[in-house]
């Protein structure tokens, strides 16, 4: 297992977008690029959480550049809006950060748009963000989107005949799904932009086993009580902490790809401990067979395009 030594470079005068940023993965990736100099824009659905956040992050770093954009990804109306104020702005997008997910709910739940809600947020919502941020970052020095997937994407596939799970639904396999969909569109991506020429790295990221809220505020949606996935969670943390790590481990790949100047496009990029679960450093993925399928990742984009509306350039 290859062991690739982070390097963060000096980020001053870099712009850079990061979803779900005001908790986990999305507040450590958004600390440690505002460290380097960053500016940063927190995409996020809870203002109040999102100025506690700054605070926290202010705390360490008083001179951090951080903006609050509202955006709410299981809704195509928010993820426009998001996109328009952007552009209206005008200033060129680095680093584009598609960070912010949503984890087994137990009964199945819709987004504003009709589509199951793992797959909507996770893979749709960011899909069509990319697709309005395209022009933003085409007008970058070396633009690079990185995708969040998850050690999920192993198990998942794309259930092209019921993709919302209409028919059966299944917390788990949707998960699955959500997160190889993101793998796939990162690794389509990547192939796109170096076809049409458009000067833009996309590259994929999993933090391995990492304690977040999301492991607890996924299974537990619609609930008052835990369930019995989030006590499953709540067991693991407290008695076999050696599977997990903490968030400051967990964001390194994620950092790896969004700017260390030895990562590449197409890569997949997680934890180098034992099967990618933890470890405290980077490694390069494992991509299964089913999410390198150069024809279904195709296949995918097309489904993607006509579930959002949202439409990629061809040139």
């Known amino acids: 297992m290859t062991d690739l030594a982070l390097s963060i470079p000096d980020l001053s005068g870099k712009f850079a977008v990061v979803t779900g940023s005001n908790s986990g993965l999305g507040l450590g990736v958004t600390r440690r690029l505002s460290t380097a100099g960053a500016d940063v824009v927190m995409a996020i659905r809870n203002r109040a959480k999102g100025e506690a956040a700054i605070a926290e992050i202010r705390a360490q770093v008083p001179d951090a550049k951080l903006t609050i954009k509202n955006l709410d990804l299981s809704s195509l109306a928010s993820v426009a809006a998001l996109g328009e104020e952007l552009n209206s702005e005008g200033r060129p997008i680095d680093i584009l950060v598609n960070n912010a997910g949503v984890m087994q709910p137990p009964q199945r739940d819709t987004t504003a748009d009709g589509f199951e809600l793992q797959f909507g947020s996770n893979h749709l919502g960011h899909f069509a963000l990319t697709a309005h ?107 076999m902490p050696f599977m997990w790590q903490e968030v400051d481990d967990g964001i390194l790949p994620v950092l790896y790809a969004a700017v260390d100047p030895k990562a590449h496009g197409a890569e997949f990029y997680g934890p180098r401990g034992f099967q990618e679960l933890a470890g405290g450093g980077v490694t390069e993925a494992k991509i299964t067979d089913r999410a390198a399928n150069t024809e279904d990742c195709r296949r995918l984009w097309q489904l993607s395009e006509q579930l959002t509306g949202v439409s990629y350039p061809t040139n």
């Open 133 to 239: 941020l395209l022009p933003l970052l085409r007008a970058a020095d070396n633009p690079r989107v990185v995708s969040l997937s998850s050690l999920a994407a192993r198990f998942g596939r794309i259930n092209f005949d019921d993709p919302n799970f209409e028919r059966t639904y299944s917390a788990n396999l949707s998960y699955g799904q959500s997160k190889i969909a993101t793998l796939m569109f990162a690794l389509e991506l990547d192939r796109l932009s170096r076809r049409l020429g458009w000067g833009l790295m996309s590259n994929a990221a999993h933090p391995g086993l990492c304690k977040t809220n999301l492991q607890l505020s996924g299974p537990s949606h619609g609930h008052e009580k835990p369930t019995a996935m989030t006590r499953f969670y709540q067991f693991s943390w407290r008695y």
